[in-house]
């Protein structure tokens, strides 16, 4: 089993930014990607973006295209998501997932919440 660690998350004014980590550990075995979704109070999940193990191909939702950036450090087993020029409608709790051979795994979350 995978076990991921989000950290990073908190309250910033719209037109900031924040930082997001995510620290995986565990059995890991051909990972395919990891990634970001979101989901907002009262609202389904949604995809954020997304980086392959191999390869560093990224994958971004239209709406944090060119604000939003995604990383990984192979090494440290960890993911990361710079987020810049935060609006309000960014508000949700942020959850990181790695896809691997044996399914998807997901960690608990952390909160980011953009005042206006």
């Known amino acids: 089993q995978v076990h991921l660690v989000e950290s990073g998350g908190g309250l910033v004014q719209a037109g900031g930014s924040l930082g997001l980590s995510c620290a995986a550990s565990?059995?890991?075995?051909?990972?395919?990607?990891m990634g970001w979704f979101r989901q907002a109070l009262g609202k389904e999940r949604e995809f954020v973006a997304s980086?392959?193990?191999?390869?560093?191909?990224?994958f971004y939702a239209d709406s944090v295209k060119g604000r939003f950036t995604i990383s990984r450090d192979n090494a440290k087993n960890s993911l990361y998501l710079q987020m810049n020029s935060l609006k309000p409608e960014d508000t949700a709790v942020y959850y990181c997932?790695?896809?691997?051979?044996?399914?998807?795994?997901w960690g608990q979350g952390t909160q980011v919440t953009v005042s206006s």
């Open positions: 565990g059995r890991m075995f051909e990972v395919y990607s």
């Open positions: 980086i392959s193990w191999v390869g560093g191909h990224t």
């Open positions: 997932n790695l896809d691997q051979v044996s399914g998807r795994n």
